[in-house]
């Protein structure tokens, strides 16, 4: 594959040209798309759009056929694994929580923290202060102080993810990709979480997909529609709610 000329400054993630076909059929078909570092972006289009996929070029877990995934300008993501991607900063989360039920929320963020090392091993090493102020600090963030000694599995669903998230941060990615947040989540769970995004944006940059246009709202952030694996349109939300062709495919149905 072959390097591009150039790419921008200041770039933090470059993606161009990218194919990725199952069975001959195009999930991304010649995706192009750039995120700037500080950057929160809402990734929105029908089922099957391949928002997903998208994400799974990204974080290695598929290779693309064609095209370009470069981080950081110089990285060129598509040499890597997907374990050497999240140690390069990319941190994602998946739709379901994968948070520990029978450890408490204090516990799964100090596993977060410990990176590689086993659950028994993590809890039993004693924490820095600097690592247990790390850990309060994103307790707070996440809106789970309170709750720090109740068992993960006794969380609600949408605690649950705020619970991921945190345990995402707790290894300070440079990029976050979220799939589906507010899916199961009470409104005022919806209401929070954007919240919680917008003071994640202030030091992360993060790529949001997400059906609930209440909650892309309430990002006020810069949107891409993604249609049939390529960029259909892209701008505020205003904007592309107004496109005929968003509203063809997407908005309107
Ligand atoms: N591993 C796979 N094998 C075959 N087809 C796949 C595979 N992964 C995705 N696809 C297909 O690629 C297309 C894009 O899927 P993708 O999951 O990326 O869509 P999406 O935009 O995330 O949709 P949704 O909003 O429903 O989550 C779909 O038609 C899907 O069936
Ligand atoms: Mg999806």
């Known amino acids: 594959m072959s390097k591009p000329k150039h790419i921008p400054q200041n770039t933090l993630l470059y993606v161009d040209g990218v194919t990725k076909s199952f ?4 999930a991304l078909n010649s995706l192009s798309l750039i995120m700037e570092p500080g950057e929160m972006r ?31 300008q110089d990285i060129d993501l598509t040499q890597h694994d997907e374990a ?29 923290l410990s990176g590689g090392r086993g659950v028994f091993q993590s809890l039993l090493h004693k924490l820095s202060n600097q690592s247990f102020g790390r850990i309060e600090e994103v307790l707070e ?14 969380l609600s669903h949408g605690q649950k993810q705020w619970l ?6 707790m290894q300070e990615p440079r990029l976050l990709l979220i799939d589906e947040p507010a899916a199961g989540m009470t409104d005022e769970e919806t209401a929070l979480t954007a919240e919680l995004f917008k003071q994640l944006a202030q030091d992360h940059s993060l790529v949001v997909v997400e059906h609930d246009m209440d909650f892309v709202k309430a990002l006020d952030c810069p949107v891409t529609v993604l249609h049939e694996g390529s960029v259909l349109a892209q701008g505020t939300l205003e904007q592309v709610q107004q496109n005929q062709q968003v509203i063809e495919v ?4």
């Open 84 to 112: 050497e991607i999240a140690n390069l900063g990319i941190g994602r989360k998946f739709q379901k929580p994968s948070v520990i039920e029978n450890l408490t929320v204090f516990e799964n963020l100090e596993l977060a």
């Open 23 to 26: 069975d001959g059929f195009k």
């Open 141 to 154: 963030l996440i809106r789970l102080q309170d709750k720090r000694s109740w068992l993960a599995g006794s």
């Open 42 to 72: 809402a990734i929105i289009g029908p089922n099957g759009a391949g928002k997903t996929t998208m994400m799974d070029v990204i974080t290695g877990k598929l290779r693309p056929d064609e095209g370009i995934v470069m981080f950081e």
């Open 250 to 253: 997407y908005l309107g149905r």
């Open 164 to 169: 991921e998230i945190g345990m995402l941060i």
